[in-house]
């Protein structure tokens, strides 16, 4: 085994200590570069699944996109809070959340019927972390947002009936 190939486990033991959630709190609000967005995709669709399903379905939202994505996030908290519930400071955090981060992606499931349903979200978990480890090579902070709303997202992310939300993706480049 040559030198270079006894440095590999070292360097992923290193980026996989490293890995933990970092939230938009940290982030400047600034654009996530597009390469790191494909390599970050790129990542994700490498983990494996039975029967090669390749369940996970991704919808990055950067730009102005985020901005819609914040104002629907808040439409459904209004819709589907009681009012003796409904807190100001959580209706603000999802438009807050969406214009520090870079870019967002949607992380959905979906069922192929060939293999149980957690196997699928099971395929989709590895992915996003392998979407972590490469926003942590990068030094992107990210998280895995999977707020109860996620549940009414069906038509703003025009998800088909065998499909799933299971919340977003947030980076952020770091201050």
Avoid at 19 to 42: C, M, Q, W
Avoid at 72 to 81: A, F
Avoid at 131 to 154: F, Q
């Amino acid at each position: 085994m040559n030198k270079e190939n006894t440095e590999h486990p070292k360097v992923l033991k290193h980026i996989i200590e490293e890995r933990h959630s970092i939230f938009p709190k940290d982030y400047t609000g600034a654009a996530v570069p597009e390469e790191i967005i494909s390599e970050v995709l790129n990542a994700a669709v490498l983990a494996p699944s039975h029967k090669r399903t390749r369940p996970w379905r991704f919808r990055v939202f950067k730009g102005d996109d985020r901005l819609e994505l914040g104002r629907e996030l808040q439409r459904i908290y209004k819709e589907t809070t009681p009012e003796f519930q409904f807190l100001r400071k959580k209706y603000d955090d999802f438009m807050f959340k969406v214009t520090q981060a870079g870019a967002i992606i949607s992380i959905v499931v979906e069922y192929s019927g060939l293999v149980p349903e957690w196997e699928e979200v099971a395929a989709v978990a590895m992915a996003v972390e392998n979407m972590y480890l490469t926003c942590t090579a990068s030094n992107i902070g990210c998280y895995w947002g999977s707020p109860g709303l996620v549940k009414h997202m069906g038509d703003f992310l025009k998800l088909e009936e065998n499909q799933q939300s299971l919340g977003f993706f947030y980076m952020g480049i770091l201050e």
